[in-house]
């Protein structure tokens, strides 16, 4: 972590100003970021063809932001309620390989999630946007949601994103993570850092 007397990068100091000291100090604790995926990776929109689900809407800024956890240290796992292809190919093109799909119990699968990865629930953060993320949002020692959730879920939620769903949400909670553990500044200096192609 960046200490007192570093000098911050301009991208880190103009998010931090922007957060309350109790929500910085959660953040910097994170290790493992889950994030539901309806609502909060989309606008929460489902697509339906005569046979099904054919299309979720997905963002690219908040696709680098994921990556860019990643890169940070911050493992990334995505729980949802709904089941589909169309998730796990997203999550592929990511690289993450923690989805959870068709669950129903979110606060039994964080703390699944958190064993398997060898980290406390204080070191893990949720993001969620309806009444089923409730019980992991209450488990996580990071519980973030967006601005259209419902104001109980909201009222759970130790930050809400400025940025809708599906539109920005996951990458502007990427970037506090980052900033607030001094790693956002590192990534930002290294544009090389994550290779060819890598904006998803």
Not at 67 to 82: P, Q
């Amino acid at each position: 972590m960046t200490s007192a007397h570093s000098a911050m990068h301009p991208a880190e100091a103009l998010i931090l100003a922007r957060l309350q000291p109790i929500v910085k100090e959660r953040a910097a604790a994170v290790r493992l970021m889950v994030f539901d995926v309806d609502g909060v990776l989309t606008d929460g929109s489902l697509y339906y063809g005569e046979h099904g689900e054919v299309l979720k809407r997905f963002n690219a800024l908040d696709g680098h932001g994921l990556r860019l956890l990643a890169e940070g240290g911050i493992k990334v796992a995505l729980i949802t309620g709904r089941s589909g292809p169309i998730v796990d190919r997203r999550a592929a093109e990511l690289g993450i390989a923690e989805v959870m799909q068709g669950v129903r119990d979110k606060g039994g699968a964080l703390t699944a999630l958190a064993q398997r990865a060898g980290v406390t629930l204080e070191q893990t953060g949720y993001m969620g946007d309806d009444i089923i993320d409730l019980p992991a949002m209450q488990r996580a020692g990071f519980a973030a949601t967006v601005p259209h959730a419902p104001a109980y879920v909201a009222q759970g939620a130790h930050w809400v994103s400025a940025q809708p769903g599906g539109a920005g949400a996951v990458r502007e909670c990427c970037d506090i993570l980052l900033a607030s553990q001094g790693r956002l500044g590192t990534l930002l200096a290294s544009p090389g850092l994550l290779g060819p192609g890598a904006i998803q």
